[in-house]
């Protein structure tokens, strides 16, 4: 069972695969997860007292405004990051292949040389709500859209085959490139 896919890579769908890749690592999403609830407790208590007190220091408005902008601002200006990086890269515009077998996952493309990453090595997938996310070490993955199957039974084929090698699934139905 081989599962052919092929599709234009698109530098904002990159870009943002890039920010979900980056994020939802196990260790880096502990770790924001947890500044957030620091960012949302410090900034809850800098607004009570500016709203009790009708005052803040300079130092505690830098508080806020730095969280605030951690809370509000870091994953645009993420995004914005990546999106300029990788639109100087020479692969967008060009066709990706990709074929899904039981053996694993071969890739190639026009700027790129063609690569194979067994089953075993896949610790887990990302599926968002428009295609796979497959990282393939710490700061590499490979990007898989549905607009790259040709059909919904394909997309259902390569989950089963995600089962069946017993790689795990994380599913962020929310989350689109």
Known sequence: ????IRYEMEA??????????????????FAI????I????????????????????????????FFCAWLFLRKPFSRWLYLRRIKRSTIIGKTMNIEVSRNGIIWSGEGL?????????IRYILEIK???????????FIWVPHTGFKS??????????????????RTYPKLQC
Do not use: C
Not at 33 to 36: A, D, K, Q
Not at 38 to 65: C, D, P, Q
């Open 1 to 4: 069972m081989n599962i052919n």
């Open 152 to 169: 919904k039974l394909q997309i259902d084929k390569i989950k089963t085959l995600i089962v069946d090698k017993r790689v795990p699934l």
């Open 113 to 121: 040389k063609t690569n194979h990453l067994a089953w075993k090595h």
């Open 33 to 36: 997860g947890t500044f957030n």
């Open 12 to 29: 904002q769908s990159l870009a943002n695969a890039s920010l979900i890749f980056t994020e939802k690592k196990p260790l880096l999403l």
């Open 38 to 65: 620091i960012a949302i407790l410090f900034s809850g208590i800098m607004l009570t007292k500016l709203a009790m007190l009708r005052e803040l220091n300079l130092s505690e408005v830098g508080i806020l405004v």
């Open 130 to 140: 428009n295609g796979f996310i497959i990282p393939f070490s710490m700061v590499r």
